[in-house]
């Protein structure tokens, strides 16, 4: 048996565990080894902070758009299938929707309308039908994507997420506000708003699932996406 080495004095204890650190940094691997302790280390004392979505943004979040039978039956169709919309001066397609995402100017085919406060309930629909489409697939890939991403990576990505959709919340209660004399993009600007109250809503229930762990963050997250399907 070898004998254990004996030192004489604390400096030498010092100088040995130094040497033997600076032996062990030089190993293979032992720089990334490092890297992935340090990460988990910081993972565990990271704060996760959820946000307070304020009254505005609950109210919002939780408004129905319609209630009228053909309106839920649109939003369905939609939400599950791409297709066109007939109206009975123009058709629009996927590509309208999604250039309706977003803020103002919107396509003049649709806000020039001469039917438009008429055909808005069917409009309206189709387009959150189309947001949910749209939402549930990015979701689903991000997920997927995710899935192999530590507790602190994914509470970064999801607190930037939150922030940058704060801002878009509030730009588009500035757009409601400066287009108030032309209804149609009033209407328009009013529900993308109201989708991205929704989606601040789900982001801090995101983020409080976080605290408890990541597998409860993919369960809620998978739960959320089969409720739309």
């Not at 990541?214 to 739309?228: N, Y």
Request: proline letters at 4%; one cysteine or more; glycine letters at 4%.
């Amino acid at each position: 048996m070898s004998r254990k080495t004996k030192y004489y004095t604390q400096e030498q204890r010092k100088a040995a565990r130094r040497k033997q650190r600076t032996q062990r940094s030089l190993e293979p691997g032992a720089k990334e080894a490092r890297r992935k302790e340090n990460r988990k280390v910081y993972a565990k004392r990271k704060v996760i902070v959820i946000p307070k979505p304020s009254e505005v943004v609950r109210a919002l979040s939780s408004m129905e758009i319609s209630e009228d039978s053909l309106y839920e039956h649109l939003y369905v169709h939609h939400s599950i299938t791409p297709g066109p919309l007939k109206l009975s001066g123009t058709t629009l397609t996927d590509a309208d929707f999604q250039n309706m995402m977003g803020h103002p100017p919107y396509p003049s085919h649709i806000t020039g309308l001469s039917s438009f406060e008429k055909d808005w309930p069917k409009i309206s629909a189709a387009f959150h039908g189309y947001a949910t489409r749209s939402f549930v697939s990015e979701q689903a890939q991000w997920i997927d994507e995710a899935v192999a991403r530590d507790r602190a990576a994914l509470s970064s990505e999801l607190t930037k997420s939150c922030r940058n959709l704060v801002e878009e919340w509030e730009q588009f209660g500035v757009d409601v506000q400066e287009h108030a004399d032309h209804l149609p993009t009033e209407f328009i600007a009013f529900q993308n708003r109201l989708w991205t109250s929704r989606r601040l809503m789900w982001l801090a229930e995101d983020l409080r699932c976080l605290v408890e762990g990541t597998e409860a963050l993919f369960v809620a997250l998978r739960a959320r996406l089969s409720h739309f399907k």
